[in-house]
């Protein structure tokens, strides 16, 4: 079973509003996973602190370094697993205590604008696809709709398409002209 030694950061304002934009910092014991992984146990529920999605995009670091991975359900609570590829330049290994810091990765509901976070909300499968999407793919589409600034017809219309592509699950926006 994996713990955390100490935890700080994020949660819900006294507003209610969900602040997952902030770093998320803790001290944990790493443990070893499968197939030479890393386990690192999360000390917060992501679907509380991010909104409930069928996967977690993070980035941050390890004791000083850099990575990028997913949060999944693991035992009897959350971890992130590092693969071997960054093992083995980290230093880090099994029992170890290290610093934490992690940032839910790319654009999240609450950052986009209202008529796309409409959209989404009406479609609760379009939402759900959008928010398992890793954060190249969310912003593919959000920067394909934010190109019709000058012509709002055209925003309505590239919203209308988006739904209907996430509805049926396909991950990349459509080509030029599209």
């Not at 713990?3 to 790493?30: C, F, N, Q």
């Not at 009406?122 to 012509?151: E, N, V």
Request: charged share 25%.
């Amino acid at each position: 079973m994996l713990y955390p030694l100490s935890y700080e950061g994020g949660g819900v304002d006294p507003s209610g509003t969900i602040s997952g934009m902030e770093p998320r910092r803790y001290t944990a014991t790493t443990a070893p996973g499968p197939r030479g992984r890393l386990m690192i146990p999360v000390p917060f529920d992501p679907d509380e602190a991010w909104g409930r999605k069928p996967a977690h995009h993070v980035t941050g670091t390890v004791s000083g370094r850099g990575m990028r991975g997913t949060v999944e359900a693991g035992g009897d609570g959350w971890v992130i697993g590092l693969g071997p590829l960054w093992l083995r330049d980290c230093g880090v290994e099994p029992g170890d205590v290290v610093e934490v810091v992690l940032t839910a990765e790319g654009p999240q509901r609450g950052d986009l604008a209202e008529d796309v976070a409409a959209a989404l909300d009406a479609s609760p499968a379009a939402g759900a696809f959008f928010d398992s999407l890793a954060q190249f793919y969310r912003r593919g589409y959000l920067r394909w709709i934010d190109a019709t600034k000058r012509k709002p017809e055209e925003r309505v219309r590239r919203i209308g398409v988006v739904v209907e592509l996430l509805e049926q699950g396909i991950k990349e926006r459509p080509g030029p002209g599209g």
